[in-house]
């Protein structure tokens, strides 16, 4: 910058009602990190309350790992957040769909829709198996 200018002002996003975004991931672990990184931001910009976004990326980063562990190609992610709800979808190419199975008390994995249903306000898969979907509650009077 030249001297005696003054540098332009920065902008701030704020959120000003429904947004989205959606992302594609190749089915490898380091694209869980990711998933959690642009979801975390994207909250951010949408002001969520940060316990509740804290919840939103642990959910998302479990089924997105459901996603590169179990599923088939690429996976994507949608996240969509709504002035009362924020709605996650998680898509793969397999048509098989999620399943709660038993983890035993020494096992290092199978916990993760556990979590996404004690978290979520609910969560489900849709009819042809290739994407899971859960949804959080945002609460009146967040800040705008």
């Known amino acids: 910058m030249v001297s005696g200018q003054q540098a332009p002002?920065?902008?701030?996003?704020?959120?000003?009602?429904?947004?989205?975004?959606?992302?594609?991931?190749?089915?490898?672990p380091i694209s869980v990190g990711r998933s959690r990184h642009v979801s975390g931001v994207f909250l951010r910009l949408c002001e969520v309350p940060e316990t509740l976004a804290g919840s939103v990326v642990l959910c998302i980063s479990e089924l997105v790992t459901n996603g590169v562990t179990h599923g088939?190609?690429?996976?994507?992610?949608?996240?969509?957040?709504?002035?009362?709800?924020?709605?996650?979808?998680?898509?793969?190419?397999?048509?098989?769909?999620?399943?709660?199975?038993?983890?035993?008390?020494?096992?290092?994995?199978?916990?993760?829709l556990v979590l996404v249903e004690a978290l979520s306000g609910g969560w489900g898969?849709?009819?042809?198996?290739?994407?899971?979907?859960?949804?959080?509650?945002?609460?009146?009077?967040r800040p705008r």
């Open 9 to 28: 002002p920065q902008e701030i996003v704020r959120y000003a009602g429904p947004a989205a975004f959606e992302s594609c991931f190749a089915p490898e």
């Open 125 to 141: 898969a849709s009819t042809d198996g290739r994407t899971t979907w859960c949804t959080f509650h945002v609460p009146e009077g």
């Open 72 to 112: 088939s190609g690429d996976v994507s992610l949608r996240v969509r957040c709504l002035e009362a709800e924020i709605f996650v979808e998680v898509s793969d190419g397999s048509p098989v769909p999620p399943a709660m199975r038993p983890a035993s008390a020494d096992a290092t994995s199978g916990r993760g």
